[in-house]
């Protein structure tokens, strides 16, 4: 059993900077794919960024250029710098993990169904 446990979310104006934390229990990094997801009132959970075992990333496109996603294995923690903030940022940020994958990293990170574990969030506002 894996348990996420998400920090770091606050209010913050936009154009200002925060960063995410996902703390895992066990050593999973290098193993786990990872992803961060949001969720905003009304909305779908959407892919914001991925890491997989061996550290390969990717972002979607409304994040490009802005997240970043890194982790600290031996503080059993992943991360997400998150720059240039904008009020559409504004979710609960919650993030994932899945030892195997039943498609590509590639093509399977941003979808939530293919995650097991999930922390429970950490809200980001961001105000205009």
């Known amino acids: 059993q894996v348990q996420l446990v998400e920090s770091g979310g606050g209010t913050v104006q936009a154009g200002g900077s925060l960063r995410l934390s996902c703390a895992a229990s066990g050593n999973i990094y290098g193993r786990y794919s990872m992803g961060w997801f949001r969720q905003a009132p009304g909305k779908e959970r959407e892919g914001v960024a991925g890491?997989?075992?061996?550290?390969?990333?990717v972002y979607a496109d409304s994040t490009k250029g802005r997240f970043t996603i890194s982790r600290d294995s031996a503080k059993n923690t992943l991360y997400l710098q998150m720059n240039s903030l904008r009020p559409e940022d504004t979710a609960m940020y919650y993030c994932a993990a899945v030892l195997r994958l039943r498609r590509t990293f590639g093509s399977s990170w941003s979808d939530q169904n293919a995650y097991i574990y999930w922390g429970q969030g950490t809200q980001v506002t961001v105000s205009s």
């Open positions: 890491m997989s075992g061996d550290g390969t990333t």
